[in-house]
């Protein structure tokens, strides 16, 4: 596609239900990132993806945390337990190779756990 | 540790007027990059400039500006004669070279009154 596709665009759960958001990079970028931000918050770091390379988990702030990218493109970031402090935006970058390159974001996805 | 502030939270303009934004950084790194990125109220992130730690010439495009002081640790973004349509959140990040992710600041609010 032209630009990098996330959905669903909001997402409303119960805490404690597991969620799945996924996140489709531009054609031919082989890196993707997950970010998230909290109301009113700058960009959390989640997750680094980086071609086939293991992926900077570095960010992800426990283990109810976790993503995959299949076929180096596609990605998919899971919450299991939801909290209610997981309620943010998640936002999915990619670029063309490395990270000190210029990113092309997603509009994001706003989870709202109640 | 690597460290993005933008001490402005939010700023207040009329439109036609110059407006300042600050971004302070701090890194041990000797080569990095610095970005804006401009979130409007679409939520979508876009991608204003980067800059590398060996280029401190300024850069003018159009309406927007951006001045590198390296001894100062200042990466700081104008406006000139500000409209309406440039209201929204401006984000200053950082890359370190060994750094796999963005670090962002918390982001300024601008507002634009026409």
């Known amino acids: 596609g032209a630009g990098v596709s996330q959905s669903p665009s909001n997402k409303v759960t119960e805490k404690g239900k597991d969620v799945e958001l996924r996140c489709d990079p531009i054609s031919g970028h082989t890196a993707l990132y997950w970010y998230r931000q909290s109301l009113g918050q700058g960009l959390e770091f989640l997750i680094y993806?980086?071609?086939?390379?293991?992926?900077?988990k570095s960010g992800l702030p426990s283990d109810r945390f976790s993503a995959e990218r299949t076929g180096g493109s596609v990605s998919t970031l899971t919450i299991q337990r939801t909290q209610q402090e997981d309620s943010a935006v998640y936002l999915c970058?990619?670029?063309?190779?490395?990270?000190?390159?210029?990113?092309?974001f997603g509009s994001g996805t706003q989870l709202s756990v109640l | 540790a690597q460290k993005v502030t933008q001490a402005q939270t939010e700023i207040s303009v009329v439109e036609k007027e110059d407006v300042t934004l600050d971004c302070v950084y701090e890194t041990r790194d000797t080569t990095y990059y610095l970005f804006w990125y401009k979130q409007p109220p679409s939520g979508e992130l876009v991608f204003l400039i980067r800059?590398?730690?060996?280029?401190?010439q300024n850069e003018i495009s159009g309406r927007y500006s951006w001045n590198f002081q390296k001894s100062t640790s200042s990466f700081n973004f104008t406006i000139t004669a500000s409209q309406v349509v440039d209201s929204a959140v401006y984000f200053c990040?950082?890359?370190?070279?060994?750094?796999?992710?963005?670090?962002f600041g918390s982001g300024t609010r601008l507002q634009v009154q026409p």
């Open positions: 970058a990619s670029s063309l190779v490395r990270q000190d390159e210029k990113l092309f």
């Open positions: 800059r590398n730690s060996f280029d401190e």
């Open positions: 993806f980086q071609g086939n390379s293991a992926p900077d």
């Open positions: 990040a950082l890359s370190a070279a060994g750094r796999r992710a963005l670090t």
